[in-house]
């Protein structure tokens, strides 16, 4: 059923498959962006072994320069971070070359640093169009993954990215402070925020603790808003180390990280289609129309077709798409609002079921049975309520719970509900 040789995971030489530290999923897409995945911008990246290590480490700290002495230190061909403490005065810390780690940069800029270019994730959107018009609040160069090139694979998160010059500029309005051992640090302006889930990635997970990430990889409390002023407190007993199934929050689209060994356990899409096949094989029926019906094939992901399952969200009975209970005020525009279900008279959304299409987001591998409210995804059990538990960032300063696949907000008492089929009445 599972098959971790289709994950790309190797450590032999002779396969010359590059080893696979993990994947970084975006929340809100069923398996890919709305108008396809090209190049570095897509809904899936996988951090993969570079031939030649990249990563970098702290080394020489220029204290009390000027501003142009910090310029010319700057433009040397190696990477150093600024941290502007006035006008006369800027701290640059200098980064040498470590052979130990692979850097992974990850922002809205389109600039060769950035490996994975993220924009921000509307919820609901069926393409990129809807979401040219938004303010994006998403940083250009908005964090950096180290991965350790050696067994266990450490991935290490970090807050901001090295632009085109090598530089990370923290200027004057910046959060930023010196450490107990003289060692700068500091925030970026929206942030970036971790949670690491309870018990691992699995049916068992529970929701961690949203904390925030420093410049030099710190962990904090959250400040009062996405961008105060004001730092939250160190914690120190916890770690920026990502494990299966952490999520990173860079205001405006959500990642969550999956190890290569996660990914094995995780079901694959062929194991996800032979479950749409187990369904549409057991011909479930509509009550009213006593129509056959059929969940779509999973490339098909927007519009309805004729066979397509239906749901009242209030009860979970299913249907096909009729207009039993289409009250007047529904038909003139209001459709997918309040219907009648007929076969227990609650009243509530009525809407099409989507398969969840993106494995990555599953906690195990059984049937889908439960859907998101209101909109509709379809996914196993212990998957709908791990993601109806999770606290996600919304704005600068509100959490809600949210559908993985689409991004919108759950409703409804659990934010889910049990689908019930009938069967085929011969």
Known sequence: MYSPEQENISTTAS???????????VLGYNGSLP?????????????????????????TVHVACSPQAAKAISNKDQHSISYTLSRAQTVVVEYTHDSNTDMFQIGRSTESPIDFVVTDTVAGSQSNADTQSVQSTISRFACRIMCQRTPPYTARIYAAGFDSSKNIFLGEKAAKWKTPDSQMDGLTTNGV???????????????????EISVC??????????????RGKMVETESQELVDGSLIDLCGATLLWRTAEGLSRTPTLKHLEALRQEINAA?????VGFNTLAFPSMRRKDTPDEKQPWVYLQCGHVHGYHNWGNHREEREG?????????????????VPLWLGCEAGFYVDAAPPTHAFNPCGHVCSDKTAAFWSQIPLPHGTHTFHAACPFCAQQLTGEQGYVRLIFQGPLD
Not at 15 to 25: A, C, D, F, M, N
């Open 193 to 211: 925020l971790v949670m690491h889930p309870r018990n691992g990635f699995t049916q068992d997970s529970k929701p961690g603790v949203w904390r």
């Open 15 to 25: 396969t010359k498959v590059p080893v696979k530290y993990g994947e970084l999923i």
């Open 334 to 350: 209001r459709e997918g609002r309040h219907r009648e279900c007929p076969m227990c008279r609650a009243k509530g959304p009525y």
């Open 283 to 287: 011909r479930p029926q509509c009550p």
């Open 35 to 59: 108008n396809g995945d090209r190049g570095r911008r897509k809904s899936r990246f996988a951090l993969c072994k570079r031939p030649k290590a990249n990563g970098v480490k702290p080394s």
């Open 217 to 230: 990889g710190n962990v904090f409390t959250l400040r009062e808003t996405r961008s105060a002023q004001q």
